[in-house]
C-alpha cells in the first residue's frame, strides 16, 4: 500500500534523524578518542623530557664503558633508581636500553621479576638505534597495551648507544571512551530501534486505532524495559509511590524489599540530598511546574550510594491547578559522577603542577596578547595579581622591540610544522619597575578544542649575572695565569701534549711558548724514564684522591736540573672535548737550599748549646775549686810568713803554693772558657798569657799531639782583656788540634815584628808599627784557597755534622778586631796552616814591673762581718782578719748576715760579702744592709769572675770585688784599702 505525503515525509524526516545520531556520534567518539590520545601524547612528551632531565643530573657524558651503560660515574645497568623515579612521579613505565637490552627497568614479569636482559624489536628498534631517531606510538608489553614514548641515548661522539622508554597504559586514558562509547552506543541503539518501531507503527496506520494503541504500547514497554532507566509512579494523595523492575537492579533490592510508600524511599535518600529533594519538589508543586529534575544519593542493597538522576512530570491535576499524580524515570548515573569527579581530580592535579611549577606559565587565546590564565610563580615573578595579568596584554615587557621579537616567533611557529616551540630572550618588566632578564619558551598548543599559545617565562637574572662573573673571572684568571709566579701548563691528559702554559713556565724552563706548545712535555723532565715514573705516579693518584702532589727533579732547557713543587689537577672534558690537566710547577731551588742552611744551623746551634752548657758546667767546676784553693794559698801564704827563710821546709811550702796558683791559673782558664764577660783592656804581658794557658792547653790537645812553646824573651806588653786574649788562644789551639786527627806538632810562638801599616790593613796610608804576634802553627792536612776566604764567617766549618759549631775562628776574629788588631792565616793543602795574631805593643809606665817590697801585715782595731758559705774560706777569712788585730763576726749566708748586721751595725766598720750563697745572694744581702746604714763598707768575693758576676746582674760596676782563690797579702791589703777610703 503506497504511504501518503505526511507518512513518507515522517520517514524521510526520521531516516534522516537516525543518520544525523549515527554520524554525531561517531564524531564524538572520534573526539574522544583524539582528546585522549592527544592528552597521553603530551603526557609522554613531559614524561620523557622529565626522564631525560633525571639521567642528566647523574652526569654525563653517557657511555658503554666495561660492558655497562654509564652516565658521568653512574652505572645505570640493574641499577632501577630512576626508573622507579618515574614511577614515584607519574606512575607510569620506564626503562633504560643498553643497545637494545633493557639494564634498568620498573617493568615487571609475571613472576614478579624486573624485566632487565630482554631485547627492543619491531618498529621502534629500527626508528630508535637504527635511524637514531625519537619513536612515538603504541606497543605491548607481556600482553598489555601502552601507548610509548621512546628516545635515543648518545654518547660523547652522538653515537646510539642505548634508548630511554617511558609507557602509560591505553587503559588509563581509553578508559572514558569505552565507557562513554557503551552508553553512546546503546542510547544509538535504542534511538534506531524507536525509529524502526515508529515507522512500523506509521506503515500500520491504517489499523485499527486500538490495535495500533495496544502495539505502540507492547512496543514502548518493551523499550522501557529495554531501557537502562526506572520507572516511578506517585499518588500525591495517598503517598502511594510505586516502583517498577528496573529498581530492583539499580539498587540491588529483592522485589519484595522495595515496599510501596514515600516513607521508604526518603529512608533510601541520603541525609545531605533529602532537603534539597523536597524543596525541588515542593517548588515545583507550589509553582504548579509539570517537569521537575533533580539528583540524589540513594542507598544499595550492598550499603553503598548509587547516584540517582530523577525525571519527573505531573499526569494529573486537581480543580485548583494541583498535580495530583506524578510519574517519571530514575537514571543511574554513579559512572557519570564517578568520571566527572575523576576529571575534577585531573583539573586539581593539573592546577596543582601548574601551580607548582618553577617557571611562570601564560596561556593566551590563540596568538593574541589576551592572557587567558596564568601559575603562581607568573604573580610572583611580576609582582601582579592573577586579575590584573588576566587584564594585561603584552605589557610584562621593557624593551619596545619585544613585539617585533615575539611577532616572528609566532610566525615562524606558524609555519613550523606541527607548531613546534620557539625560544627567544627579552627584557621584562615587573610591576614594581624592576628590569630583569627572561627566558621564554612559546608553544602552541589544543586546550579543550581550542588552540592556545603556552608561554613558558623563566627567570635568568642570576644566569645572566653569572655569565658577566664568568666573564670577568675568565679575564680575571687569565690574568693571573700570565702573571703567576709559578710555571704553569695545561696538558692533554692522554698525550700529555703541552696546550699552553704562562709567562713564568718559559723564563723557568728556558723554552719560549711556542717551542712547548704542541710538544709533548717529556722534554721538561730529567730522562725519559723520569717522565714515564712521574706519569705513572699522577695517574694512581688521580684515581685514590683526585689530584697529585708531589716534590721532583725537572730539567731547563740547558740541561740544568732543578728540585720542584708540582701539583696536577686532571678536569674531565665536555662532549668531544679532551680532559685536560692543570699543571703547577714551582721552582724550589732556594728553598731546598734554605733548608739545608737551616739544617745545618740547627745542627750548629745544638752544637753552641752544648758548649755553652759545658761553659757553664766548667764555671762551676772553677767556682767551687776557687774555693778549696783558697783555703790552700791561704793557709800555705800563713805558714811562709811565719817561717824562716833557712827552715829546711821553706822550699816545700813554696813548691805547694807554685803548684796552688798553678791550679788556680787552671780555673782561670776554665772561667775564661765559660764566661761572658765585657772588654776590660789592662796592660798585660803576651809571653805570660801564653805560659798561664800552658797546663790547661795541654788539657785540651790530648796526648798525641806535641805542643812547643816559643816565647819572646823580652816582655810584649799590649793594652788587652786577659780573658778574650785567653779564648783567642783556646780557640786556635782547638782548631789546630782538630786540623790533627792523627796527632802532630802544635807550636806556639810570640815574637815582635814592625809591619808596614798598609801590608794589614791597604786602606792605611804608608808608615811602620811595632806588634807583638802570637801565632800557633800545626802540622795538619791544611787550607785550600777557597776554604781560607770563609774561615771566619760565622758557623762555616769544614768538620763533620755534630763536630764544629764554626764559631771559634769568628769569635777570634771579632775579639782580635777589637783589641785593634789583625789576624792572618798562611796555609797549604798537605803542609799545615798557620794562624797570627798581631796586637799593637803598648810602652807605657804603667807597664813597668813593679819593685817587689817586703809585705807587713796591716793591723787595725776595726770589727769586720764575714759571709761565707763554705766553712773553710771563712775560717781562712777571719783567722787572717784576726791576726791583723780585727774583730770578726762569722754569718754562713746572706740571710744570716742581714740579722747579724742589724743586731751590730752600729759597731760593724766593713761587710764582707760572697757573692754566691744559699737563702739570700751577696747582692740581696748588700741591699738589705745598705738600707739599715746606706754609708756601710762592702767587698765583694767569687770563685767566678768580676766580669761573670757583673753580667749577671749580681755586682755593679765601683764596687769592690775579690776574685777567689785569695791571696793573703792581697786580700789583707784589699781590706786595709777599703777600710781607709773615704766614703
Known amino acids: 500500500m503506497p504511504l501518503n505525503k505526511s507518512t513518507r515525509f515522517i520517514f524521510l524526516y526520521g531516516g534522516i534523524a537516525a543518520a544525523a545520531i549515527s554520524l554525531t556520534t561517531l564524531f564524538s567518539l572520534a573526539e574522544i578518542r583524539g582528546d585522549a590520545l592527544r592528552q597521553a601524547t603530551m603526557l609522554q612528551e613531559s614524561h620523557i623530557r622529565t626522564f631525560q632531565a633525571l639521567l642528566e643530573e647523574k652526569g654525563q657524558p653517557v657511555e658503554v664503558i666495561g660492558g655497562k651503560l654509564v652516565a658521568g660515574n653512574y652505572v645505570l645497568n640493574g641499577n632501577s633508581e630512576l626508573p622507579d623515579k618515574v614511577k614515584q612521579i607519574f606512575g607510569g613505565t620506564a626503562t633504560i636500553f643498553m643497545g637494545d637490552i633493557r639494564v634498568a627497568t620498573n617493568v615487571l614479569k609475571e613472576d614478579g621479576s624486573r624485566a632487565t636482559g630482554t631485547r627492543l624489536v619491531g618498529p621502534a628498534h629500527d626508528t630508535v638505534l637504527l635511524k637514531g631517531q625519537a619513536y612515538r606510538g603504541e606497543t605491548v608489553i607481556f600482553g598489555v597495551s601502552y601507548f610509548a614514548a621512546y628516545n635515543p641515548l648518545r654518547n660523547s661522539r652522538g653515537e646510539v648507544v642505548g634508548a630511554l622508554f617511558v609507557g602509560v597504559r591505553q587503559d588509563d586514558f581509553l578508559a572514558s571512551y569505552k565507557r562513554y562509547r557503551i552508553d553512546v552506543i546503546a542510547i544509538h541503539c535504542v534511538l534506531i530501534g524507536a525509529f524502526f518501531v515508529l515507522t512500523q507503527l506509521l506503515l500500520r496506520q491504517r489499523r485499527k486505532t486500538e490495535r495500533v494503541l495496544r502495539e505502540s504500547e507492547e512496543r514502548l514497554k518493551l523499550v522501557l524495559e529495554g531501557s537502562t532507566d526506572a520507572l516511578w509512579d506517585l499518588r500525591v494523595d495517598s503517598k502511594e509511590l510505586t516502583f517498577d523492575h528496573r529498581w530492583v537492579e539499580i539498587l540491588g533490592y529483592q522485589s519484595g524489599e522495595m515496599r510501596r510508600g514515600v516513607d521508604f524511599w526518603q529512608q533510601l535518600v541520603h541525609p545531605d540530598d533529602l532537603p534539597d529533594m523536597l524543596a525541588i519538589y515542593r517548588a515545583a508543586a507550589d509553582n504548579h511546574e509539570s517537569h521537575f529534575r533533580a539528583e540524589c544519593r540513594l542507598l544499595s542493597c550492598s550499603g553503598g550510594w548509587r547516584w540517582i538522576l530523577l525525571r519527573g512530570k505531573a499526569v494529573e491535576w486537581d480543580p485548583q491547578g494541583r498535580p495530583v499524580r506524578m510519574t517519571g524515570t530514575a537514571t543511574d548515573i554513579t559512572e557519570r559522577k564517578a568520571a566527572e569527579e575523576a576529571l575534577r581530580s585531573s583539573e586539581a592535579n593539573y592546577r596543582a603542577i601548574f601551580d607548582a611549577s618553577h617557571d611562570a606559565i601564560i596561556v593566551h587565546a590563540g596568538a593574541s596578547d589576551i592572557i587567558l590564565d596564568v601559575n603562581r610563580r607568573t604573580c610572583e615573578m611580576f609582582g601582579y595579581s592573577r586579575q590584573e595579568l588576566l587584564d594585561l596584554a603584552g605589557e610584562l615587557t621593557a624593551s619596545d622591540d619585544f613585539y617585533y621579537q615575539r611577532g616572528a616567533a609566532l610566525e615562524r611557529m606558524k609555519n613550523a610544522p606541527g607548531g613546534s616551540s620557539h625560544a627567544l630572550q627579552w627584557m621584562a618588566r615587573s610591576k614594581d619597575g624592576r628590569v630583569f632578564w627572561v627566558d621564554v619558551d612559546l608553544k602552541k598548543t589544543i586546550i579543550g578544542g581550542e588552540e592556545r599559545l603556552l608561554e613558558v617565562v623563566r627567570d635568568i637574572s642570576e644566569r645572566k649575572q653569572a655569565e658577566t662573573e664568568l666573564r670577568q673571572s675568565h679575564r680575571l684568571l687569565q690574568i693571573v695565569f700570565s702573571s703567576l709566579n709559578e710555571a704553569l701548563f695545561l696538558l692533554e691528559e692522554g698525550s700529555r701534549v703541552v696546550i699552553d702554559c704562562n709567562t713564568s713556565a718559559e723564563i723557568m724552563f728556558g723554552y719560549t711558548r711556542a717551542e712547548l706548545v704542541g710538544f709533548g712535555s717529556d722534554v721538561l723532565y730529567e730522562d725519559r724514564e723520569a717522565a714515564e715514573t712521574f706519569t705513572r705516579q699522577a695517574e694512581l693518584a688521580y684515581r685514590e684522591r683526585g689530584f697529585f702532589t708531589t716534590e721532583f727533579r725537572m730539567k731547563r732547557k740547558g740541561g740544568e736540573v732543578f728540585p720542584s713543587d708540582h701539583y696536577c689537577n686532571p678536569i674531565p672534558g665536555d662532549g668531544n672535548e679532551p680532559s685536560l690537566i692543570v699543571y703547577v710547577v714551582r721552582d724550589i731551588t732556594e728553598r731546598k737550599r734554605a733548608e739545608d742552611d737551616r739544617t745545618l744551623l740547627e745542627s750548629q746551634l745544638r752544637q753552641a748549646q752544648k758548649m755553652e752548657a759545658v761553659g757553664q758546667l766548667a764555671g762551676g767546676i772553677a767556682h767551687d775549686f776557687n774555693n778549696i784553693l783558697t783555703a790552700i794559698i791561704g793557709y800555705g801564704h800563713l805558714v811562709l810568713m811565719n817561717m824562716q827563710s833557712d827552715n829546711p821546709s821553706h822550699r816545700h811550702v813554696e813548691q805547694i803554693l ?326
Open 658 to 983: 807554685a803548684s796552688s796558683e798553678r791550679a788556680a791559673g787552671l780555673t782561670q782558664g776554665l772561667l775564661a772558657f765559660s764566661r761572658k764577660q765585657e772588654s776590660n783592656p789592662q796592660p798585660v804581658d803576651l809571653n805570660g798569657v801564653v805560659r798561664n794557658m800552658r797546663k790547661f792547653l795541654e788539657r785540651i790537645i790530648g796526648e798525641d799531639v806535641e805542643m812547643q812553646i816559643a816565647v819572646e824573651q823580652q816582655a810584649l806588653t799590649v793594652l788587652a782583656d786577659t780573658g778574650q786574649l785567653e779564648q783567642v788562644l783556646m780557640n786556635l789551639v782547638a782548631n789546630a788540634r782538630d786540623a790533627m786527627p792523627d796527632g802532630g806538632v802544635l807550636l806556639i810562638r810570640t815574637g815582635l815584628q814592625e809591619v808596614p801599616l798598609n801590608v794589614l790593613d791597604r786602606s792605611a796610608s804608608p808608615g811602620q808599627v811595632r806588634y807583638a804576634f802570637l801565632s800557633v802553627t800545626d802540622t795538619g792536612a791544611g787550607m785550600a784557597e777557597n776554604i781560607r776566604d770563609k774561615i771566619y764567617e760565622p758557623f762555616f766549618t769544614t768538620k763533620e755534622v755534630g763536630k764544629g759549631t764554626g764559631l771559634g775562628l769568628s769569635i777570634a776574629y771579632g775579639i782580635v778586631k777589637q783589641h785593634n788588631g789583625y789576624i792572618r792565616v798562611e796555609s797549604q793543602e798537605g803542609k799545615g796552616t798557620t794562624f797570627r795574631v798581631y796586637l799593637p805593643l803598648i810602652e807605657s809606665e804603667s807597664a813597668a814591673a813593679e819593685i817587689a817590697k817586703p809585705f807587713f801585715l796591716p793591723y787595725g782595731r776595726e770589727t769586720i762581718l764575714v759571709a761565707e758559705d763554705d766553712e773553710e774560706v771563712r775560717n781562712l777569712d777571719r783567722f787572717l782578719l784576726e791576726e791583723c788585730g780585727h774583730t770578726v763576726i762569722e754569718a754562713v749566708n746572706g740571710a744570716d748576715a742581714v740579722e747579724k748586721f742589724s743586731a751590730n751595725a752600729d759597731s760593724v766598720s766593713l761587710v764582707i760579702l760572697d757573692v754566691v750563697m744559699p737563702k739570700m745572694n751577696g747582692r740581696q744581702a748588700f741591699e738589705e744592709i745598705r738600707a739599715l746604714r746606706p754609708d756601710v763598707r762592702v767587698i765583694f768575693m767569687s770563685g767566678y769572675t768580676s766580669e761573670i758576676v757583673s753580667a749577671k746582674g749580681v755586682l755593679d760596676s765601683g764596687l769592690d770585688f775579690i776574685e777567689k782563690p785569695i791571696i793573703p797579702k792581697i786580700f789583707l791589703r784589699k781590706v786595709r784599702e777599703v777600710l781607709d777610703k773615704e766614703v
